[in-house]
């Protein structure tokens, strides 16, 4: 089965600086799907970016991009020009490059993003 | 648009109490799922249907049962509440996989915060 590990439960970055979020993710599939959501004080899931893994090029979302490492099996998020309303739960998840059926994505644990003013 | 909507937000039940957590979406979406959030395990799938007229256990059923009404609504139900059930629970929605429109992502409900004493 797959699985995914954030090994960050907390972090935090000074508002308009960089901050990297860790990743890393266990399978044997050589297609699937990477995703990173949002989860604000709101508790509402918001999706911030998507990464195919047949696609070597790293995704872009306005501030948020990913560093993708196929071999390394490491996704990592990276948000430039934090912002206070970046503050929120970050979660990685993962699916397989399914033909048919049902969209199960498998979570991390998730990483609390702190900004300090 | 409303997207994904769960009722009720908040629950307090005394262990042994029954009670059905109610989705739905208006999306049009074929499949559905329920996740529980648990603080440092991320979102963990209880139940999903890929369809309407089929449900499948996810990675944690025991103790939940669910119905798939029709393609907009998707219960979940709790016989016998335990304190270990004590969680927030979300639905979510999406396109099938397969799917031309398909783009893997999941929409999510606000959540409900279940709490049994």
């Known amino acids: 089965a797959q699985t995914v590990t954030q090994s960050q439960p907390e972090m935090s970055v000074q508002e308009a600086e960089t901050v990297t979020l860790s990743c890393t993710y266990d399978?044997?599939?050589?297609?699937?799907?990477l995703f990173w959501y949002k989860q604000p004080p709101s508790r509402q899931m918001i999706l911030v970016i998507r990464?195919?893994?047949?696609?070597?090029q790293n995704a872009t979302e306005n501030r948020f991009s990913v560093n993708f490492q196929k071999a390394a099996k490491s996704f990592s998020l990276k948000i430039s020009d934090s912002q206070l309303g970046d503050a929120a739960m970050y979660f990685c998840?993962?699916?397989?490059?399914?033909?048919?059926?049902?969209?199960?994505?498998?979570f991390g644990q998730g990483t609390r993003l702190t900004i300090n003013p | 648009n409303a997207g994904v909507t769960q009722t009720p937000k908040f629950q307090v039940l005394k262990t042994g109490q029954s009670m059905t957590l109610q989705c739905a979406q208006d999306m049009n979406h074929n499949s559905m799922y329920w996740y529980r959030q648990d603080p440092g395990m991320g979102l963990r799938l209880i139940y999903y249907s890929a369809s309407e007229g089929t449900t499948d256990k996810g990675e944690v059923p025991n103790g939940y049962n669910v119905s798939r009404l029709n393609k907009r609504e998707f219960s979940l139900r709790l016989e016998s509440a335990a304190p270990s059930q004590t969680s927030v629970y979300f639905c979510a929605s999406s396109e099938l996989a397969g799917d031309l429109i398909s783009t893997g992502e999941l929409f999510f409900g606000e959540g409900s915060r279940l709490t049994v004493l």
């Open positions: 399978t044997s599939e050589s297609d699937y799907y």
């Open positions: 998840a993962y699916r397989t490059s399914l033909i048919q059926g049902a969209q199960k994505l498998v």
């Open positions: 990464q195919e893994a047949y696609k070597q």
